[in-house]
DNA sequence: GCACGACCGTGACATTTGTCCTGCCCAGGA
DNA sequence: TCCTGGGCAGGACAAATGTCACGGTCGTGC
């Protein structure tokens, strides 16, 4: 018996959940998924904490979903249909192919990891496969992650620096998070060494671009 | 007579080109567009220096252009197309609603401005009102571009506010921008003043909000 | 011609930022 | 048990950043 059996409804139609926050492209997806004749999209959300009560409700067997998603990250959202969703695969849909990203994707029991550059053809594909039961990720970006490493930072370093990503001073972030500000420059300090770089700023967008926060 | 049927190809169907970077977005948007019968996507650009040629060449009725392309601003080939290819109307699409984005493309002779929220059927509908010479603009966002008045910064520091948006010191913006480091200091303390922040990376994200940069 | 503003530069100064070293507490692993 | 690593904090110091006052050159417009 195949996993494919298991998974799908009666119908033979495979159900879909979509959660991304920007209107004219889920509009789009959710539309161009419903030409498949073997999709349906049974649910759309635009926030991050609305999937699970989606989910919950409409039982889906795929849910695509954004990470950068308004209310709650959709890789948190992910980590949670695993827990209370079984039999719902997750297929992670996002705009930046960062390692880091894909790591704890698949760390939080993601099935596919799909970048929005490259073809709407691949959407569908991805879908059908990841129901097969097969992982589906772009196996040059597997690499990437595999060589990477995980995130050298710890959650408070991590915590400052995205605390001070709007331009707050020293002071602010540590009013913010209730430190004293030589600890909010001793974790910045220790950021900027870690990630290599001349500043906070730097610092930044080293670690946001390799997906470590 | 109407301006419509002055645009109009013969065949009664709307040529239009489409310029956006993420691949998944501009197939979607492509596909979509395709499925009404009185639309036909006849040109589809990843990058804003490709989208003059491709407008000379296919000749389109409306261009549909995404602002941040890499290799050249939407704006900027807004303002070319009106120039050389006068036929053309030029329909902008964009993630951010800034009210200097609006400003500068109704300036570049854009006859509607479309944000990438709301539904995928105001799409076609905003494709169809500008063809026949009407101009789309969402009434809320039109007033706040009126509001706000045109950007307070001058050229250079803007230019040196976007050289250092990288986390790169004073003396990487002046070698980069061959000026004195004295001078960079100048400017960026200037644009912190006019946009009324505390440094420069907030100055930054000031000036990136009201679509100034 | 003159005023104005954008552009470019200098130098001095105060503040902020980043580095390094020290110390303490606590939990978990060898 | 000791050792390590994370979390937190203080102090001293050098470097980068931001402010200000000043001077100069252009072009545009009145």
């Keep these: 018996m195949t996993e494919t059996a298991e998974a799908h409804s009666p119908t033979g139609s495979v159900r ?9 492209m889920r509009g789009a ?25 989606a989910a919950l409700d409409s039982a889906p067997d795929v849910a695509l979903l954004d990470i950068e998603l308004p209310g709650r990250s959709g890789l948190d959202a992910a980590a949670e249909l695993r827990a209370r969703c ?9 705009t930046f192919g960062r390692p880091g990203y894909l790591r704890r994707a698949m760390e939080a029991g993601a099935r596919g990891f799909l970048v929005k550059d490259g073809p709407v053809e691949e959407l569908a594909r ?19 992650a595999l060589s990477a490493g995980p995130s ?32 909010v420059r001793n974790y910045l ?22 997906g470590w926060l």
Tied chains: 1, 2.
């Design 16 to 24: 879909v959940l979509l959660a991304e926050d920007q209107g004219m």
């Design 29 to 53: 997806l959710a539309l161009l998924l419903g030409l498949e004749p073997d999709i349906e999209v049974v649910a759309q959300v635009a926030r991050g904490d609305e999937i699970l009560a």
């Design 86 to 94: 079984p039999g719902c695969r997750v297929l992670i849909l996002t």
């Design 126 to 144: 991805a879908v059908r496969r990841v129901l097969r039961g097969e992982t589906v990720v772009d196996p040059a970006l597997a690499a990437a």
């Design 152 to 183: 050298p930072l710890t959650r408070r370093e991590a915590d400052v620096l995205t605390a001070g990503a709007d331009g707050s001073t020293v002071a602010d972030i540590a009013h913010a998070l209730h430190l004293s500000e030589s600890t």
């Design 189 to 210: 300090s220790a950021a900027i060494g870690k990630t290599g770089t001349r500043n906070r700023t730097e610092a930044l967008r080293e670690a946001r671009s390799q």
